[in-house]
């Protein structure tokens, strides 16, 4: 379904056109109050990042200056504070500009006040920083900060209508059996791609295929790799018979996909540093894609998934179409990535128990975030989105195979598993357990459950209202007032 043939608005406010998918309506997003949680969210990053005591242990938080200015001295600043800072007051600015616009409208008037707004913000922390003497307080920042707040106050609107028309797409399309498989396949590759090859540093590899790093077997890596892999491989297959192919012709198209993608993904390790690869990873995750792409072709038939596209009846008219039910077979892919990703997550527990020293006594920090802000900025970035990445992937599996319902068991196996991780690290491993954990479950929780409820509406189905500007041809929706 080409996005260009969706209303141009997308049923979010009163007098809008609904969007509506068989018997369902879709929802808004970004509300008014999804706008006032984005902007107090903003602040409490702002306040706790820039003011919190997690820079030292060895120096007092706060302490009286005799230098104190109302204009903070200029300093030169490194590449990762000017980064850090145009990461974090760009949402700064999109939040404000999304909370002060009026509702339909995007002025001048409004783009100044979050600017000024954001601007204000900057300096103040700037100033209070000077009480701290761990901190560096500088007018270059309030400068870098201005800029970063004033290019998200500009594409706070663009993005809001973005992100409107995408959720529009994605309403229509996971109600479409056939679209649920490719949309989950892909969704695994890409994440999968991107977890296993952060941090990006770049570095000249050795050898071409990455050779000079060879995978004991014996490593808690090996299971993991080849668990990960056979979940990327039954997704992989069940897309293929979905899509109408044969059993040999889905088995070899997965064997075939996994064994490019695991070839791939090791020869991007062999130029990144803090990677290593090695020809028996590629084996093993190509085993494990195999494996999963057996298990589906062995499960599934074409009928169980979907008609192929040549066999397929005319799309049903929006009085006729109904929502498919989820059978079993749709909660197969959902069960082989909810067991994939807790076995990502009991990775480091098994690392920590082979590895580690027991330590007499747990070592906790009840200051979270503490660690993050003594690492540079990409490592921070990049560990809190896996974490977040993993954690919302789990609530995403958990509420899926229950159809919506029971979120607080998704989150008390998110909290579970995050305490079982922790307390390892409260044991085991040197820098110990702090409090980040905890408060990224329930984040990825709470972002996770809105966004299902946003696309899967809860409760019953509610009827479309009759259309005054009639059906759109050739689309499951309606537009009424």
């Not at 922390?125 to 870098?144: A, I, K």
């Not at 993904?265 to 990677?275: I, P, R, S, T």
Request: glycine residues 8%; hydrophobic residues 50%.
């Amino acid at each position: 379904m080409p996005p260009a043939s969706l209303p141009r608005r997308s049923g979010d406010r009163a007098g809008d056109p609904r969007t509506c998918a068989g018997n369902l309506v879709k929802p808004p997003i970004l509300t008014r109050a999804a706008q006032r949680w984005l902007c107090v969210a903003s602040l409490l990053m702002i306040v706790y990042g820039t003011l919190g005591p997690i820079a030292s242990d060895r120096e007092p938080w706060l302490q009286p200056t005799a230098a104190w200015r109302w204009l903070p001295e200029q300093r030169p600043s490194d590449l990762n504070d000017v980064v850090t800072n145009l990461a974090v007051y760009l949402p700064v600015g999109v939040a404000f500009r999304l909370l002060l616009r009026r509702r339909g409208r995007a002025g001048w008037r409004d783009l100044l006040w979050a600017w000024g707004a954001s601007v204000l913000l900057s300096y103040v922390t700037e100033l209070l920083q000077q009480f701290m003497p761990v901190r560096s307080s500088s007018l270059t920042d309030v400068y870098v900060n201005s800029v970063a707040a004033l290019g998200g106050a500009l594409v706070a609107a663009p993005f809001q209508r973005l992100l409107r028309h995408v959720h529009a797409v994605v309403f229509l399309r996971v109600r479409d059996r056939r679209q649920v498989w490719s949309v989950a396949s892909w969704l695994a590759l890409g994440s999968t791609f991107v977890l296993m090859t952060m941090p990006w540093g770049l570095r000249r590899p050795t050898m071409i295929l990455g050779l000079d790093g060879p995978l004991a077997l014996g490593d808690p890596w090996c299971f993991g790799r080849f668990a990960a892999f056979a979940g990327l491989g039954f997704l992989a297959a069940g897309e293929g018979r979905a899509l109408g192919y044969d059993r040999c012709r889905a088995l070899r198209r997965a064997v075939v996909g996994m064994a490019a993608f695991a070839t791939l993904l090791e020869l991007v390790q062999a130029a990144l540093a803090g990677h290593v690869s090695s020809l028996a990873q590629a084996l093993i995750a190509t085993a494990g894609g195999a494996t999963g792409a057996l298990l589906a072709v062995t499960l599934f038939h074409t009928a169980a998934l979907g008609p192929a596209p040549e066999q397929r009846a005319p799309r049903p008219t929006v009085s006729e179409a109904q929502p498919a039910a989820a059978g079993p077979q749709r909660r197969w892919p959902l069960t082989i990535l909810l067991g994939t990703l807790i076995c990502v997550m009991l990775w480091s527990v098994v690392g920590d128990v082979r590895h580690g020293v027991l330590r007499p006594e747990p070592l906790f920090d009840w200051m979270p975030f503490r660690a993050h802000f003594r690492v540079s900025f990409g490592v921070m970035l990049v560990d809190l989105l896996q974490q977040c990445g993993l954690y919302a992937f789990i609530t995403f599996a958990c509420l899926g195979l229950m159809h919506g319902r029971r979120p607080l068991l998704a989150l008390f196996l998110l909290g579970t598993l995050a305490a079982v991780v922790e307390m390892s690290h409260a044991y085991f491993r040197d820098h110990g357990a702090d409090t980040t954990a905890p408060l990224l479950v329930l984040a990825s929780w709470l972002v996770t459950r809105r966004a299902w409820n946003a696309v899967y509406p809860p409760g019953r189905a509610r009827p479309a209202a009759p259309s005054r500007s009639g059906d759109v041809p050739g689309l499951p929706i309606r537009l009424e007032s």
